[in-house]
């Protein structure tokens, strides 16, 4: 799916909230996408790898892991210390640590590569780490504070994250389903995709819109890890550096707005500032690439 796919199908969804009038069929569109085809697009790719290729990853798999711990941390120590109280700290956290690596961050590191198998990787590796995280953190702090069991519980009922936590158990056991098993789960889970976007573009509104709010999240998701494998890998090789760069940089993911409207924890702030934050990272990339050829 190319970016201009992908505005068209936010497109789509705007369209259709403002001819119905009705919220019950974008509810059901949430609910058959979060708790059913998001959850076999998951298992399927997840399912399908293996240890190997898990070690195999080296200087992506590490920026993985080093992106998620720099966002994370300096989201959470803002919410701690500035934010406290606020439900938004919450939302922030999981805007900040779950990035748009699929749907909008490959046609981007496209524009840079002819090869985005790295792209690719940092992708798969980084949604197999963070659905369990952000949906922890949109639970915990969608109850008011609950206990950390409760909060843990509550996440595991979210399909996705127990479809996630399967597969990695299939993957570390050396289980491997059969192609004809996860060719169809893969197929029918890509249904996720385009249906997220849409959904994404149904909820789109710029209400409840808030600069500061942007200003946030673009610091924690955009600036900060963008920063980061700047100063630290632009000397890696071209299709190592550039892959992680876009992905680290990435907006937040839509699926990212999906688990905070599952939660019911300030989705409609997330969304326009995703939406905002969206448009302006497609200029800031495409800009650059035309700098750079």
Do not use: C
Not at 72 to 81: D, Q
Request: charged residues 15%; hydrophobic residues 55%.
């Amino acid at each position: 799916m190319n970016i201009a796919e992908m505005l068209a199908l936010i497109a789509v969804g705007y369209v259709l909230k403002e001819l119905i009038k009705s919220e019950k069929p974008f509810d059901y569109l949430r609910i058959l996408v979060n708790d059913v085809l998001l959850a076999l697009f998951i298992f399927g790719n997840v399912a399908s790898k293996d240890l190997a290729y898990l070690l195999s990853i080296k200087t992506v798999f590490l920026y993985v892991f080093l992106i998620i711990a720099i966002s994370l941390s300096t989201s959470y120590l803002y919410g701690r210390f500035v934010l406290r109280g606020d439900p938004w700290a919450g939302a922030l956290m999981v805007l900040s640590v779950y990035p748009n690596t699929a749907a909008l961050g490959f046609p981007i590191a496209s524009l840079f590569l002819d090869d985005i198998t790295p792209a690719i990787l940092y992708s798969t590796t980084n949604s197999m780490i963070v659905i369990p995280i952000v949906t922890f953190i949109a639970a915990h702090y969608s109850s008011g504070g609950a206990s950390v069991r409760e909060s843990f519980l509550k996440a595991l009922k979210f399909p996705p994250t127990v479809a996630n936590l399967l597969a990695l158990a299939l993957v570390v056991g050396g289980i491997h389903l059969p192609a004809s098993v996860l060719d169809p789960i893969k197929t029918i889970g890509w249904l996720s995709i385009p249906l997220l976007i849409i959904y994404f573009g149904s909820r789109i509104t710029l209400r409840s819109f808030d600069w500061r709010k942007l200003a946030e999240v673009g610091a924690f998701r955009i600036a900060v890890p963008f920063t980061f494998v700047f100063l630290t890998l632009r000397w890696a090789a071209p299709d190592v550096f550039y892959s992680v760069l876009v992905e680290a940089s990435m907006p937040p993911a839509i699926a990212a707005n999906a688990i905070l409207a599952q939660y019911r924890l300030k989705a409609e702030e997330a969304i326009s500032v995703t939406f905002v934050l969206t448009l302006m990272v497609i200029g800031l990339f495409v800009t650059l690439s035309i700098l750079l050829k």
